[in-house]
């Protein structure tokens, strides 16, 4: 039955047209945006991982740069202890020379005295943004780092730390405008003459070696938390380029499926118009009947 009143055909056509033109516009703004996914209208369930995933990605991203800051503190210290450490050896081994008989001791001393100031030199120079981790502690102690933010089943964030172990370098250098002889409770208070028994000069060189022992340990323990921290800035890396890839693999657009998408939707669009303009001109037949 014919109807000039209702044209079921032009409807059809009308919906599929209009079917085609949504599906024209999606494929548009995915093209533009370069992505499929960007409303929780889209996919629920993968925008609401993708946020989750893009916020830990941020806050790696942050720690990271934190971790420079940290890092170049420790490695800065680092540089002065290693420093410190060899002017000790050679402390060392001038009062080891100085043991031998027809030593001009006091040459020694004058040679020890200025390896102590340098020691100190170096200890006061070896500070980073304000912030000296080798001198003027107070003591030994430790420093923490926040390292990264760990997420628990509940999806309650947790910071975790990274802790250097921390030497006094003051202690052992002391300072060489004070030194007592006799002392020998630091490198800058051991002193000798040529009026200096065999025995003192023994003890000086066991102190010196002791000294020599602990700043090689704190040493160490600088380039151990150095190291960790280089470690974990290269695993935060790692961490965030693979949270980047896994939330552009749930969100983002497959150029080549989408420009095929829009040339398919092109056609169809050209075909569905065509047809409604056909199903428009179906009761300009009825005419004919009537003639």
Wanted: charged fraction near 15%; aromatic fraction near 4%; proline fraction near 1%.
């Amino acid at each position: 039955m014919s109807s000039i009143n209702t044209n079921n055909s032009a409807m059809n056509a009308l919906s599929t047209l209009r079917s085609v033109n949504n599906g024209l516009n999606q494929t548009q703004d995915r093209i533009s945006t370069g992505l499929k996914v960007t409303s929780g209208k889209d996919n629920a369930a993968y925008f609401a991982i993708s946020e989750t995933m893009k916020g830990e990605s941020g806050m790696n991203k942050a720690v990271n740069e934190s971790l420079t800051l940290a890092k170049n503190s420790v490695s800065t210290a680092r540089l002065g202890a290693e420093t410190v450490q060899d002017l000790a050896q050679q402390f060392v081994e001038r009062l080891a020379f100085a043991q031998n008989e027809g030593v001009d001791q006091e040459s020694v001393q004058k040679e020890l005295t200025a390896l102590s100031s340098q020691m100190k030199t170096a200890l006061d120079q070896s500070g980073f943004n304000g912030e000296n981790l080798i001198s003027g502690l107070g003591g030994d102690t430790s420093i923490s780092f926040v390292s990264g933010v760990s997420r628990a089943a509940d999806a309650t964030l947790t910071p975790t730390t990274i802790s250097v172990t921390l030497s006094d370098f003051d202690t052992q250098v002391g300072n060489p405008a004070v030194a007592n002889a006799g002392d020998n409770s630091s490198f800058s208070n051991i002193l000798i003459s040529n009026t200096s028994t065999a025995a003192e000069l023994d003890a000086s060189l066991d102190a010196a070696q002791s000294f020599l022992e602990v700043i090689t340990k704190a040493s160490t323990d600088l380039g151990i938390g150095e190291k960790a921290i280089e470690n974990q800035q290269e695993f935060l890396t790692k961490l965030t380029d693979n949270l980047d890839s896994g939330v552009g693999a749930m969100v983002d657009a497959n150029m080549e499926e989408e420009a095929a998408r829009l040339q398919a939707l092109q056609v169809q669009q050209q075909l569905a118009s065509q047809s409604l303009s056909i199903a428009n001109q179906a009761p300009q037949n009825i005419l004919s009947l009537f003639r």
